[in-house]
């Protein structure tokens, strides 16, 4: 596992000019509606520092090369597609391992007269130094962040890893405004149990009593075997959990 990420950018450390810093990249979408709000050109970094049993993309887990990419060579896709586009998304893998491209990306759109409209988001697993939150803010317009389960031990038997960082940043990208929602995944028989979920929203009421929420169904398509086997999460069981989280706060809940 890689370590937490610590201070990305002390004082005296000069940045690092954009044309040298590259990403190691899993993927690119260059039109989704389901990453974020709209119409989003996704980008998908290589790399991750949880292992979740629940993952969809194990294949960008390792650290190993993949296909590096510049800035310079993702800005002519994106000014293609802006004129369709909400705005883009990093994603993963996890983002937060690369962070400092990501701020170069997001600097960079944002200073290009035909991407300057569009939104910068981050998909993440919230496993970061809270710096690292600092540092994006002035070119991030929202990160969306999982929480995969509010009691530590199951966390860590859901990801190989605590979830220490994972609140910190969700409390703390709710204090600099750029938390755009917190996305529950529900796994039947792992983290489902009402009594968690009710101190789950309790916390989050803490945090945003209004917070956007997105409950999501885990499903087997597209997972990796589990021993033992991991099951579906009925409709049925995502509108109980949706209608739990409303009785404890007017939470902005959607299902997934």
């Known amino acids: 596992m890689n370590a937490p ?7 005296d450390a000069p940045r690092a000019d954009a044309q040298f810093v590259t990403a190691n990249l899993a993927d690119v979408i260059t039109f ?4 974020g709000p709209g119409n989003r050109f996704v980008v998908f970094l290589q790399g991750c520092n949880f292992d979740c049993i629940a993952c969809h993309n194990p294949q960008t887990i390792a650290t190993s090369a993949h296909h590096p990419v510049s800035v310079d060579a993702l800005l002519p896709r994106i000014r293609r597609a802006a004129p369709f586009l909400s705005g883009i998304t990093v994603s993963g893998g996890e ?3 690369q962070h400092e491209f990501v701020h170069h990306l997001f600097t960079a759109v944002k200073a290009d007269p035909a991407t300057a409209q569009l939104t910068c988001f981050v998909d993440s697993n919230g496993a970061c130094d809270t710096s ?18 509010l009691n530590p031990f199951i966390h860590e038997r859901m990801t190989g890893q605590p979830n220490d960082q ?10 600099i405004d750029r938390l755009y929602e917190v996305r529950l995944l529900i796994m039947a028989g792992v983290n489902d149990d009402p009594i968690l979920l009710q101190r789950t929203g309790e916390w989050l009421a803490t945090v945003d009593p209004r917070l956007r929420l997105k409950v999501i169904a ?11 086997p ?15 989280m409303q009785a404890i706060a007017p939470f902005d809940v959607t299902l997934v």
């Open 5 to 11: 990420l610590a201070d990305p950018h002390p004082a």
């Open 32 to 35: 989704s509606s389901v990453d």
């Open 95 to 97: 983002a937060t391992q």
């Open 132 to 149: 690292v939150w600092d540092d994006l803010a002035p070119v991030m317009d929202g990160a969306m962040i999982d929480l995969k389960c």
């Open 166 to 175: 994972v609140l910190a940043s969700i409390r703390h990208l709710r204090a």
């Open 218 to 228: 885990f499903r087997l398509h597209g997972a990796r075997p589990h021993d033992p």
């Open 230 to 244: 991991l099951r579906e999460t009925p409709r049925r069981r995502i509108d109980e959990v949706a209608a739990q």
